[in-house]
């Protein structure tokens, strides 16, 4: 099997043992190779030049057989630990000096149990003084809707990780379009399926879509501009 690829300053050989400890599965191995890591490297360096690569390249290991779902469920418990410490221990809250932005709504639609990518986006968010509500996996579209309408969001944001879940995120426009909402609420959409096939956020109704964490903020800020009276 190939090694994951990344490109940064971290050894080769440790970034090996952690795949290792990953695969066989070696929790206590991982927790701490992760300890060090995060110690060494810091939080950032670990979410995004060694996990998300890592889950990217299972993904693809997946397709071909080469990995099981048990593998990636492990990497993504250890990687939602570092999510966890890097809440709690990096994040300011929101840059001095600069205005509060939303509030804004985050979500994994229906059915949807892929959480990580969506974590991610809402703590960026945060961090560039976003007030997130963030509903968590496998929510449907009345309840987002309602949240949305409860807070005042003017942006939606949903994370789906399948073709057949991005396809639930119809009902979310249904339910904006249907409560006279159109043009008021924007709907911004990510994650594999729509880095796969970026043209599909439009089929499933959505108002824009990002392919990173880095990238959600200036589309939320854009959809934001763009929703009727925010002026
Ligand atoms: C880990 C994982 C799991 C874990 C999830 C557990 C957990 N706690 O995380 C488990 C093992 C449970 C799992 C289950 C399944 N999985 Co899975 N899984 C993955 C894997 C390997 C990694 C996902 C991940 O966390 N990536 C890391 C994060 C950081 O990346 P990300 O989510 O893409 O997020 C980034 C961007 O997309 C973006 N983003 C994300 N959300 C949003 C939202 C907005 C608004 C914006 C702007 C941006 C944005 O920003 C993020 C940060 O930069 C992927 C492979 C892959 N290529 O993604 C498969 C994958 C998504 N799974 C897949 C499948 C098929 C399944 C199952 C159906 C398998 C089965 N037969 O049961 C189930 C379905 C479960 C469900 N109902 O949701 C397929 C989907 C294929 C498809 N496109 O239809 C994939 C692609 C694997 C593959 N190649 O076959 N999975």
Not at 132 to 154: N, S, Y
Not at 166 to 174: D, G, L, M, S
Not at 192 to 214: C, H, I, M, N, Q
Request: glycine share 8%; hydrophobic share 40%; aromatic share 6%.
């Amino acid at each position: 099997m190939q090694p994951v690829e990344s490109h940064t300053r971290i050894e080769p050989e440790t970034l090996k043992a952690l795949e290792q400890a990953i695969l066989l599965p070696d929790m206590k191995t991982g927790k701490r190779l992760v300890e060090e890591l995060s110690s060494r490297h810091g939080y950032d360096t670990l979410i995004f030049d060694v996990f998300e690569p890592l889950l990217t390249e299972i993904g693809e290991r997946l397709k071909r057989n080469e990995a099981s779902l048990a593998q990636s469920y492990v990497a993504s418990i250890l990687f939602d630990d570092v999510l966890k410490r890097f809440e709690s221990a990096d994040i300011p809250a929101g840059r001095e000096g600069h205005p509060r932005l939303g509030p804004v709504v985050m979500a994994n639609i229906e059915d949807d149990c892929h959480p990580l990518g969506r974590k991610i986006v809402s703590t960026l968010l945060r961090v560039n003084n976003w007030e997130v509500c963030d509903l968590g996996i496998d929510v449907e579209a009345g309840k987002i809707v309602d949240k949305a309408v409860e807070i005042g969001a003017r942006v939606i944001g949903l994370s789906a990780m399948i073709f057949t879940t991005a396809e639930n995120i119809r009902k979310v426009r249904e339910e904006i379009d249907a409560r006279g909402l159109a043009g008021r609420v924007k709907l911004a959409v990510g994650g594999a399926v729509f880095r796969l096939r970026p043209d599909l956020y439009e089929k499933v109704g959505a108002d824009g879509t990002a392919p990173s964490a880095f990238t959600a903020a200036a589309l939320f800020a854009d959809l934001w501009r763009k929703a009727e009276g925010s002026g």
